[in-house]
């Protein structure tokens, strides 16, 4: 018997087509020509797009992803993380939309291997503070770099890569650097790229808002470095974003375009901070606190062996101004309506409310005051 499957095993060999290099070719290319668009829309379609995410299980990954499936594009997500943590992308996309690929950001050759059929790649990686796993130039920019350089092998016709707002290399923090550093090796190592630069954005899962609502356990109130008077944001919800980066993947003029993206009113930290104890029924007190001692505080928090609440770095973004570019497109240019934090804030802070307060609605004096009012 054993003889006999030997045998059988031999003989399969006769049997292996031989694929001609053109044909592979063809088969490994990046490009839409060997897409065809298939199905009426939606979920259930391919529009002949087949994505690779790198940074899908993240916070503005998982919302990317769903808005990609929607407009029944094909996702590949690489990951190096246990299945639990990326389970809930799965129902995103109908049956066979949604694939995964281990990778690792230091190996190009795994990197290689989740683009080696697609014609599009978005990069989302980012980390809001250093491990020894990895800095902020391993992860921005060095990482950036790879994946890019491993695009433009590929023949990959769109690479989008999503950067910050505020970011250049004299920023007062790190994070910001390396993401300008990143943004300059991505341009380098693939010219055509699409930068994104959000500003602030926050959504169910965010470390923004949700933090300031976790200011109510603090028992002496909630400390505003300058009463949060001397910083302007322009919070921006996830889910805009997340259409941002798909409408400039599915227009042909946005390639080697920059786009600054931002709420459309900007306010002042005070209020933003104000509004979300209003929105949560909770007592908001305020008080000034000397950025030193607000720093050592970060320094202190960043000792922790979990993901810190909040560091150093963290905390000079946070009093950073975002502002907007006037040369640079907005979403304007992307044909879409930014939503208004009054709008979107509810729904994911309602979860911070006691019982008493849970059902309560949208009371017509709860609404974040903008800086153009003062």
């Known amino acids: 018997m054993l003889a006999a499957r030997g045998k059988h095993i031999a003989r399969l060999d006769v049997y292996i087509p031989v694929i001609s290099e053109a044909a592979a070719q063809k088969r490994h290319a990046s490009s839409q020509d060997f897409h065809p668009r298939r199905g009426p829309g939606g979920r259930s379609s391919f529009n002949g797009v087949v994505a690779t995410v790198f940074g899908a ?91 890019a350089r491993a695009a433009k092998k590929a023949g990959v016709k769109r690479f989008i890569h999503v950067s910050a707002m505020n970011a250049a290399t004299n920023a007062p923090s790190k994070f910001l650097q390396s993401k300008a550093l990143g943004e300059q090796a991505v341009k380098h190592e693939f010219p055509e790229a699409t930068v994104i630069r959000p500003a602030e954005y926050y959504g169910h899962e965010d470390k923004f808002l949700n933090m300031y609502a976790y200011f109510r356990n603090l028992p002496f ?56 104890f209003k929105i949560i029924r909770e007592p908001f007190r305020p008080y000034n606190i000397p950025e030193s001692v607000y720093r050592m505080v970060a320094f202190f928090l960043e000792q922790s062996v979990f993901d810190p609440r909040l560091t150093r770095d963290k905390l000079v973004r946070h009093y950073l101004s975002e502002a907007p570019s006037s040369h640079v497109k907005n979403f304007e240019d992307l044909g879409i309506t930014p939503s208004s934090i009054n709008d979107a804030a509810l729904g994911m802070l309602r979860r911070h409310r006691t019982m008493v307060h849970y059902d309560d609605a949208h009371s017509e004096d709860e609404v974040c005051k903008p800086a153009s009012t003062y």
């Open 57 to 147: 299980t993240g916070f503005l990954g998982r919302y990317t992803v769903n808005r990609l499936a929607r407009c029944g594009s094909q996702v590949i997500v690489p990951h190096r993380c246990i299945e639990d943590h990326m389970k809930h992308l799965k129902p995103m996309g109908d049956l066979g939309q949604i694939m995964y690929n281990n990778f690792h950001l230091k190996d190009e050759a795994s990197i290689e291997k989740c683009i080696q059929f697609s014609n599009v790649v978005i990069n989302l990686i980012g980390r809001d503070f250093e491990t020894r796993n990895f800095s902020f130039q391993e992860a921005h920019v060095d990482g950036a770099a790879a994946i």
């Open 221 to 276: 109130g909630q400390p505003l470095i300058d009463n949060g008077m001397k910083t302007r944001k322009r919070p921006l919800y996830v889910v805009d974003v997340a259409q941002g980066i798909v409408s400039a993947m599915l227009d042909e003029t946005a390639a080697g375009q920059t786009f600054e993206l931002y709420g459309p009113e900007e306010y002042f930290l005070h209020d933003i901070v104000k509004y979300v």
